[in-house]
């Protein structure tokens, strides 16, 4: 996707350097997220340069140290100041398979799905509330993203 729009790709969780904020780096529960976010922006604001358009991945929600999900602050997304959201949705089997093989840990479906479903709920929210697109995008399918994107980059 990045290649095809001309975006460089930056990930929140190497911007906020995941791997320092927590000891066990596979372990995706948040201690304090509004540290992390206040780590993110100034990530963000190290590494962009004002020529450049730029594809952040990241979630909209977080699991907190007690497994209990989160909403990313509002005003974290109102300091970024995106031109558009986006979020791809996927099959929650699958999803839940990829996570066991990345961080060898077992996630319930029901937590999963739960998660989506919050992560989509608060784009919709974040969306509304900063008054630009949200791209729903699915799994393998990112076609929708991809021309939004697209035309939003090519309008003056």
Not at 25 to 47: A, C, E, F, Y
Not at 65 to 83: G, R, S
Not at 126 to 132: A, E, F, R, T, Y
Request: some cysteine; glycine content about 2%.
């Amino acid at each position: 996707m990045c290649k095809e729009l001309n975006l460089e790709y930056l990930s929140a969780s190497q911007l906020l350097k995941w791997d320092e904020l927590n000891k066990d780096s596979q372990n995706k529960k948040v201690n304090n997220i509004l540290v992390t976010q206040n780590q993110l922006i100034i990530g963000l604001k190290n590494v962009i340069k004002n020529d450049q358009n730029y594809l952040l991945d990241g979630h909209y929600c977080l699991l907190n140290k007690a497994n209990m999900i989160e909403t990313i602050p509002f005003e974290t997304f109102a300091q970024i100041n995106p031109i558009n959201l986006n979020i791809i949705l996927g099959n929650i089997d699958e999803i839940s398979k990829r996570l066991q093989d990345r961080d060898k840990k077992i996630y319930s479906v029901e937590l999963l799905q739960k998660f989506q479903d919050h992560e989509l709920l608060h784009a919709k929210q974040i969306s509304k509330k900063l008054n630009i697109n949200l791209n729903i995008g699915l799994f393998n399918d990112y076609s929708k993203i991809i021309n939004s994107i697209h035309t939003k980059l090519a309008k003056p």
